[in-house]
Nanobody
Framework: QVQLVESGGGLVQPGGSLRLSCVAS????????MRWYRQAPGKQRELIST???????NYADSVKGRFTISRDNAKNTVYLQMNSLKPEDTAVYYC?????????WGQGTQVTVSS
């Protein structure tokens, strides 16, 4: 079992920045990759970024160049630095831990980009 707790969401103006955190606990050694997803109202959940246990990162085209995923293994924490935020980035952001058997989800954190 892996437990995930996200934080760092909030209200920000267009062009602003936020940093999301996801703290993992439990069977962390079994995690192959950590991912950030988001889900906007009325839309499907979208994969936006991945970081593997080896440190390889990947981004959706919609966030490439603006968002950065990173990890602090000592703190069992994955971050999503979000810069140049746009209104279309408004969504609930979810952390996901991927193991060979299944994925685990956090509860989500709301990000609202509005003036």
């Amino acid at each position: 079992q892996v437990q995930l707790v996200e934080s760092g969401g909030g209200l920000v103006q267009p062009g602003g920045s936020l940093r999301l955190s996801c703290v993992a606990s439990g069977s962390i050694i079994s995690v192959d990759a950590m991912r950030w997803y988001r889900q906007a109202p009325g839309k499907q959940r979208e994969l936006i970024s991945t970081i593997t246990s080896g440190g390889i990162t990947n981004y959706a085209d919609s966030v490439k160049g603006r968002f950065t995923i990173s990890r602090d293994n000592a703190k069992n924490t994955v971050y999503l630095q979000m810069n140049s935020l746009k209104p279309e980035d408004t969504a609930v952001y979810y952390c996901n831990a991927l193991t060979r058997l299944r994925g685990y989800w956090g509860q989500g954190t709301q990000v609202t980009v509005s003036s």
